[in-house]
């Protein structure tokens, strides 16, 4: 072949190469093409969220909403006893129809019809509850296999069951479905997996009614409310929803994951020396005794966060040989591991679970066993805690663990040189109810079932707030009027008081009991079901029945006493409190047969005193003999109170106090006569030694304006952050103090502090200078601003306007008073006071609360320091007044007002 030839030959193989190449990628292409769609017409096909499964329990005698996705305009058909309802999917492919109203039965199929088929086997109509909350909602059956055995065994009921719903977050936006979950019928190996509480209730009024019940449980162990409302339903919360919109950027959110934590090498003698200490070749030396149950620090082992190994030998008798056996060590702070004769029989990663490990067999020997457990503990005091079952149990048998032990120390952790930020997706506002509980929305259902509070219990004054809001956004969302509400208070928990004190938990009790009185809702109160040492405690079918009892009175409509006393009101005579109470039901009593508990009394000082407390007919009769004249009254006021307060139905008082009883926060000055704001201007010395003190010693609070460049800002910083920490306000009173210049009588202004010379930056830049300069002491970032010498204005007008986004509220120097409907936030007025008797600043109480009107005092001077002054003993005197009529008068500080004024209107 002649090299033209060879050259023609290539060029035609390079053609037919380029030519057999572009038909292959167009095979591929058409064949790609084929398999999307193929693919298109698989997903097109009738789909349904995971609520809508076999073995579901659809509400009864509503019309229900049956819903799912296909492809747009699929024609789909339901067929259920012989009926069918039909639908067709909108342009992108979702569909819904109405089931009518069904009488309760089981055993039902439905059939859906698409382009595919979906058979629904095993359903029932009965009535379905959403439960909800933390880890008391969560806790299963499983974890109180021994309290209730009996119950687990029996449970063969096919018309209980729950759809249980794995943990899930979203930060940004409202979920459709769930990713993993289905309906299970209750039988003794499913039953294990129910929340205990929600089973419990669900039995009681299966029992009582003999249809179908439905469990949605969807609760997360250690999550505040907030993360189980949605969006609109925080929208009156302003930091809240600061929150949810700065979440909602993933660059942020993602910034925690990037903090390089160092890798944590263990230390642990017990673990690297050779052979180990729980093996069974190890010799023991240096061992010390040491009691169990017990704090390691309560033992001499003073300030060790670490690992301390625990060990003892025991003799078991052949008698307890060869049987099924298990090791009880009670709870354990906070993880553990437990070795028996050197092989390891169980472990626990936190410290709230009980330690139930089943023993291997053949592992235990006649004679010496040797115990040792490894324990954990990273913060607090650790150890065994008390009052738990400790015992290793064969067949019928029981060889208590109680007692002396031996320990060592196998490493003793350094204190953290660096704070790593953390971020928990569910503890953030909205996260679980978007994934959770909106995929649920569409579902009809009977009612809601609440047991959360222990995750706000450290910010109760807020929780009431929260709750009512929580309330009317499942409401909302779910869109099926006003639905039950039930709910659980809080029970008792850690150590008791044996003075009256004051207690976050009951606090957090007294929000949940104000949140009770929200349309169509009650409260199961479990103040006599909880453990001193658990948080977590074992009694769950109590709770549950308590919850189904009130069930039968509000939403199955039964004449039956549904709550234990209830406070009503308090009437003072000569030195008896007496109480009035509803939910009485037959009468109330002692259960115990003992005098009362767990009363208090106090006078106007509200130091409170252990008092008498006496049943008369349905009242109560309270009285200490040293309070000649009573004011208030608490009960059970406490973390862990010792009640027996009932009524004869066996159900227990909710806790309550007369001292916080008479606040109203939906209502103009929360429920009282009139507020009175007690302000204090120029940040001088004498307000933090004389005003400071005198206001902590009868628990009021006020407002300090401080201008940042005086003397007594600078040099006494710690004592402003004191104050701020015991409740005062620090206000905005400029950086420099300026004043207009040019009216009559301020020839005393510098002019370089001319205000009416001042620009409006200069003006604005000064008051954010002092709003840093705040910030630095008490880290807040609202707060309100005083007007220097009451002047508004600056060479281009007026300057407060342009800086509303810096403050809640501004007070001016008018002397007048104002309802609440007339406050105008921005221009609040104020009397000030200039060597002004006590019995003259009274007046002025006086005047307010008979008009119902805001008062805010202003004060130069206290005690010197000031032209303007008033003595220490006149505004001691308009202090004890104050003091005596806080029932009637609401005193806080200019921020608290402001935004109770808000929230009012709100």
């Given at each position: 072949?002649?090299?033209?030839?060879?050259?023609?030959?290539?060029?035609?193989?390079?053609?037919?190469?380029?030519?057999?190449?572009?038909?292959?990628?167009?095979?591929?292409?058409?064949?790609?093409?084929?398999?999307?769609?193929?693919?298109?017409?698989?997903?097109?096909?009738?789909?349904?969220?995971?609520?809508?499964?076999?073995?579901?329990?659809?509400?009864?005698?509503?019309?229900?909403?049956?819903?799912?996705?296909?492809?747009?305009?699929?024609?789909?058909?339901?067929?259920?006893?012989?009926?069918?309802?039909?639908?067709?999917?909108?342009?992108?492919?979702?569909?819904?129809?109405?089931?009518?109203?069904?009488?309760?039965?089981?055993?039902?199929?439905?059939?859906?019809?698409?382009?595919?088929?979906?058979?629904?086997?095993?359903?029932?109509?009965?009535?379905?509850?959403?439960?909800?909350?933390?880890?008391?909602?969560?806790?299963?059956?499983?974890?109180?296999?021994?309290?209730?055995?009996?119950?687990?065994?029996?449970?063969?009921?096919?018309?209980?069951?729950?759809?249980?719903?794995?943990?899930?977050?979203?930060?940004?936006?409202?979920?459709?479905?769930?990713?993993?979950?289905?309906?299970?019928?209750?039988?003794?190996?499913?039953?294990?997996?129910?929340?205990?509480?929600?089973?419990?209730?669900?039995?009681?009024?299966?029992?009582?009614?003999?249809?179908?019940?439905?469990?949605?449980?969807?609760?997360?162990?250690?999550?505040?409310?907030?993360?189980?409302?949605?969006?609109?339903?925080?929208?009156?919360?302003?930091?809240?929803?600061?929150?949810?919109?700065?979440?909602?950027?993933?660059?942020?959110?993602?910034?925690?994951?990037?903090?390089?934590?160092?890798?944590?090498?263990?230390?642990?003698?017990?673990?690297?020396?050779?052979?180990?200490?729980?093996?069974?070749?190890?010799?023991?030396?240096?061992?010390?005794?040491?009691?169990?149950?017990?704090?390691?620090?309560?033992?001499?082992?003073?300030?060790?966060?670490?690992?301390?190994?625990?060990?003892?030998?025991?003799?078991?008798?052949?008698?307890?040989?060869?049987?099924?056996?298990?090791?009880?060590?009670?709870?354990?702070?906070?993880?553990?591991?437990?070795?028996?004769?050197?092989?390891?029989?169980?472990?626990?990663?936190?410290?709230?679970?009980?330690?139930?490990?089943?023993?291997?067999?053949?592992?235990?020997?006649?004679?010496?066993?040797?115990?040792?457990?490894?324990?954990?503990?990273?913060?607090?005091?650790?150890?065994?805690?008390?009052?738990?079952?400790?015992?290793?149990?064969?067949?019928?048998?029981?060889?208590?663990l109680n007692g002396t032990w031996q320990y060592k120390v196998g490493e003793a952790f350094n204190p953290p040189s660096t704070v790593y930020p953390s971020f928990s997706a569910q503890n953030q506002p909205t996260s679980l109810f978007n994934a959770m509980a909106a995929p649920a929305t569409k579902f009809t259902i009977k009612g809601f079932v609440w047991y959360q509070g222990e995750s706000n219990a450290g910010r109760p004054q807020e929780y009431a707030a929260l709750q009512k809001a929580q309330i009317l956004d499942w409401r909302k969302q779910w869109s099926q009027g006003e639905l039950p509400f039930l709910f659980v208070q809080l029970p008792n928990f850690m150590d008791a008081n044996y003075l009256p004190s004051e207690s976050q938990w009951a606090e957090l009790r007294e929000a949940q009991l104000k949140a009770s009185n929200t349309l169509?809702?009650?409260?199961?109160?479990?103040?006599?079901?909880?453990?001193?040492?658990?948080?977590?405690?074992?009694?769950?079918?109590?709770?549950?029945?308590?919850?189904?009892?009130?069930?039968?009175?509000?939403?199955?409509?039964?004449?039956?006493?549904?709550?234990?006393?209830?406070?009503?009101?308090?009437?003072?005579?000569?030195?008896?409190?007496?109480?009035?109470?509803?939910?009485?039901?037959?009468?109330?009593?002692s259960k115990d047969g003992e005098e009362l508990r767990e009363f208090a009394i106090a006078g106007a000082d509200k130091k409170f005193k252990w008092a008498t407390a006496k049943i008369v007919g349905d009242k109560i009769e309270v009285y200490n003999p040293e309070i000649a004249q009573p004011y208030y009254v608490r009960y059970a006021w406490a973390d862990n109170p010792n009640v027996n307060f009932y009524n004869v139905e066996g159900l227990p008082a909710s806790p309550f106090r007369t001292d916080g009883q008479d606040e109203d926060n939906t209502k103009p000055w929360k429920g009282k006569k009139a507020a009175v704001v007690l302000t204090y201007d120029d940040a001088l010395n004498v307000h933090l030694d004389n005003v400071a003190p005198a206001l902590d010693s009868l628990s009021l609070k006020g407002t300090f304006y401080l201008t940042s460049?005086?003397?007594?800002?600078?040099?006494?910083?710690?004592?402003?952050?004191?104050?701020?920490?015991?409740?005062?306000?620090?206000?905005?009173?400029?950086?420099?103090?300026?004043?207009?210049?040019?009216?009559?009588?301020?020839?005393?202004?510098?002019?370089?502090?001319?205000?009416?010379?001042?620009?409006?930056?200069?003006?604005?830049?000064?008051?954010?200078?002092?709003?840093?300069?705040?910030?630095?002491?008490?880290?807040?970032?609202?707060?309100?601003?005083?007007?220097?010498?009451?002047?508004?204005?600056?060479?281009?007008?007026?300057?407060?306007?342009?800086?509303?986004?810096?403050?809640?509220?501004?007070?001016?120097?008018?002397?007048?008073?104002?309802?609440?409907?007339?406050?105008?936030?921005?221009?609040?007025?104020?009397?000030?006071?200039?060597?002004?008797?006590?019995?003259?600043?009274?007046?002025?109480?006086?005047?307010?609360?008979?008009?119902?009107?805001?008062?805010?005092?202003?004060?130069?001077?206290?005690?010197?320091?000031?032209?303007?002054?008033?003595?220490?003993?006149?505004?001691?005197?308009?202090?004890?007044?104050?003091?005596?009529?806080?029932?009637?008068?609401?005193?806080?500080?200019?921020?608290?007002?402001?935004?109770?004024?808000?929230?009012?209107?709100?």
């Open positions: 072949m002649k090299n033209k030839d060879k050259v023609i030959l290539c060029a035609l193989c390079g053609y037919k190469s380029t030519l057999y190449n572009q038909t292959i990628m167009k095979v591929i292409k058409l064949f790609t093409l084929l398999l999307f769609f193929n693919i298109l017409k698989v997903d097109a096909q009738i789909r349904l969220p995971k609520l809508i499964s076999n073995d579901m329990v659809l509400q009864r005698d509503k019309p229900v909403k049956i819903w799912g996705w296909a492809s747009p305009k699929e024609k789909i058909t339901l067929t259920l006893n012989t009926k069918k309802y039909k639908t067709t999917a909108d342009n992108d492919g979702n569909w819904e129809l109405m089931l009518p109203s069904q009488i309760a039965a089981s055993g039902q199929v439905i059939n859906l019809k698409g382009k595919n088929d979906i058979i629904l086997k095993n359903i029932a109509f009965g009535d379905v509850y959403f439960c909800s909350g933390q880890s008391n909602m969560v806790h299963q059956m499983e974890l109180h296999h021994v309290l209730y055995a009996k119950d687990i065994a029996e449970a063969n009921n096919e018309n209980i069951r729950q759809f249980w719903i794995p943990t899930a977050t979203n930060l940004v936006e409202k979920k459709d479905d769930y990713p993993n979950a289905s309906w299970k019928v209750c039988t003794p190996e499913n039953v294990r997996q129910f929340s205990a509480v929600a089973y419990f209730f669900a039995k009681k009024i299966y029992d009582k009614y003999k249809v179908p019940i439905g469990i949605i449980n969807a609760s997360v162990g250690g999550t505040p409310i907030e993360a189980w409302t949605s969006e609109d339903g925080l929208k009156d919360f302003s930091k809240i929803m600061e929150i949810i919109q700065k979440n909602k950027d993933t660059a942020y959110v993602n910034s925690f994951s990037r903090f390089k934590r160092p890798q944590i090498v263990s230390k642990d003698k017990g673990e690297l020396e050779s052979p180990k200490w729980f093996e069974t070749a190890y010799q023991p030396k240096g061992w010390l005794p040491i009691t169990v149950p017990g704090n390691w620090e309560d033992q001499g082992v003073n300030n060790l966060n670490g690992v301390v190994w625990y060990r003892k030998e025991i003799n078991i008798p052949a008698s307890m040989l060869n049987k099924p056996s298990k090791v009880f060590l009670g709870r354990i702070v906070d993880a553990d591991a437990l070795y028996i004769n050197g092989v390891k029989v169980g472990q626990t990663g936190y410290m709230y679970p009980q330690r139930r490990y089943p023993i291997p067999n053949n592992l235990l020997k006649e004679g010496k066993n040797i115990l040792v457990v490894k324990v954990t503990n990273n913060g607090g005091k650790g150890g065994f805690v008390p009052d738990k079952p400790y015992g290793l149990i064969a067949g019928n048998d029981t060889l208590a169509n809702t009650a409260m199961a109160v479990g103040i006599d079901l909880g453990e001193w040492n658990d948080i977590h405690p074992d009694n769950k079918k109590d709770v549950g029945e308590r919850l189904a009892q009130a069930a039968l009175q509000l939403v199955y409509k039964e004449n039956v006493v549904s709550s234990g006393p209830i406070f009503k009101n308090a009437s003072i005579e000569n030195n008896k409190i007496t109480l009035s109470f509803e939910h009485v039901g037959g009468g109330l009593k460049s005086s003397e007594a800002s600078r040099n006494r910083i710690n004592d402003w952050r004191k104050a701020a920490q015991n409740g005062h306000e620090l206000g905005n009173h400029t950086v420099y103090h300026p004043c207009d210049a040019s009216g009559p009588g301020m020839s005393w202004v510098k002019p370089e502090y001319d205000l009416s010379k001042y620009s409006m930056a200069q003006i604005q830049s000064e008051i954010k200078m002092c709003n840093a300069f705040l910030k630095a002491i008490d880290g807040k970032n609202k707060r309100t601003f005083a007007f220097t010498c009451g002047h508004k204005k600056v060479a281009e007008g007026e300057f407060i306007l342009s800086l509303s986004d810096e403050f809640v509220a501004a007070r001016a120097v008018r002397h007048e008073m104002h309802s609440f409907e007339d406050q105008k936030l921005m221009d609040i007025d104020c009397y000030s006071m200039e060597n002004k008797t006590g019995e003259e600043m009274i007046a002025l109480v006086k005047q307010a609360q008979a008009q119902g009107k805001l008062l805010v005092f202003l004060f130069h001077g206290v005690g010197g320091e000031h032209a303007l002054n008033v003595s220490k003993e006149a505004h001691s005197q308009l202090l004890h007044y104050l003091k005596e009529n806080e029932k009637d008068i609401y005193i806080d500080t200019m921020l608290n007002v402001a935004e109770h004024i808000l929230e009012v209107r709100r």
